[in-house]
T-cell receptor, first 107, second 112 residues
Framework: KNEVEQSPQNLTAQEGEFITINCSYS?????LHWLQQHPGGGIVSLFM???GKKKHGRLIATINIQEKHSSLHITASHPRDSAVYIC?????????FGEGTQLTVNP | KAGVTQTPRYLIKTRGQQVTLSCSPI?????VSWYQQTPGQGLQFLFE???????NKGNFPGRFSGRQFSNSRSEMNVSTLELGDSALYLC???????????FGQGTRLTVV
């Protein structure tokens, strides 16, 4: 079993829909990151969380340390949100990554 | 403020050769980490450097090595290349231990 599990692996939505991507982990962590990767490879860091909730524009990230679970929400999704979303946890001074969620938002 | 810069962006090498990839972190950042991304294994941690010292290392063979210079620029080297080393190699820089990581665009290495 991977230390970091993401669901779903693939997600297709219509423009305007509310989207949730989930991340569960099995190790003690000091922080959790949500990353966005577009075709071509570049990765953008969306959030770094150690507790609670953060919001940036249409993106919201939450984490429940006791349940070892985090969610990334996208409100009013748009085709430009289409990308791979990756959850990564920082444990023992290194990042361990989930397999990513491929999100496609259709107009 | 310039972002993390990786060079080259694309590289084709032959099996058995060696390769050196470069990463220039954001100005003022002293931590540089390297990652390998392949379709089969996803993103995996290679190593992390802080102030010219390797602070942490992932589970990769000794053919993978790195170093960091006094200006925080980092290089990683892969010797005796294998087909399986074909991957996107990403580096990230941070300003402190528990701060946000900023990623470069990556170097796509193809071994033929």
């Amino acid at each position: 079993k991977n230390e970091v599990e993401q669901s779903p692996q693939n997600l297709t939505a219509q423009e305007g829909e509310f989207i949730t991507i989930n991340c569960s982990y099995s190790v003690g962590i000091s922080a959790l990151h949500w990353l966005q990767q577009h075709p071509g490879g570049g990765i953008v860091s969306l959030f770094m969380l150690s507790s609670g909730k953060k919001k940036h524009g249409r993106l919201i990230a939450t984490i429940n340390i006791q349940e070892k679970h985090s969610s990334l929400h996208i409100t009013a999704s748009h085709p430009r949100d289409s990308a791979v979303y990756i959850c990564a946890v920082r444990s023992r001074a290194r990042l361990t990554f989930g397999e990513g969620t491929q999100l496609t938002v259709n107009p | 403020k310039a972002g993390v810069t990786q060079t080259p962006r694309y590289l084709i090498k032959t099996r058995g050769q060696q390769v050196t990839l470069s990463c220039s972190p954001i100005s003022g950042h002293r931590s540089v980490s390297w990652y390998q991304q392949t379709p089969g294994q996803g993103l995996q941690f290679l190593f992390e450097y802080f102030s010219e010292t390797q602070r942490n290392k992932g589970n990769f063979p000794g053919r993978f090595s790195g170093r960091q210079f006094s200006n925080s620029r980092s290089e990683m080297n892969v010797s005796t290349l294998e087909l399986g080393d074909s991957a996107l190699y990403l580096c990230a820089s941070k300003g402190g231990v528990e701060t946000e990581a900023f990623f470069g665009q990556g170097t796509r290495l193809t071994v033929v």
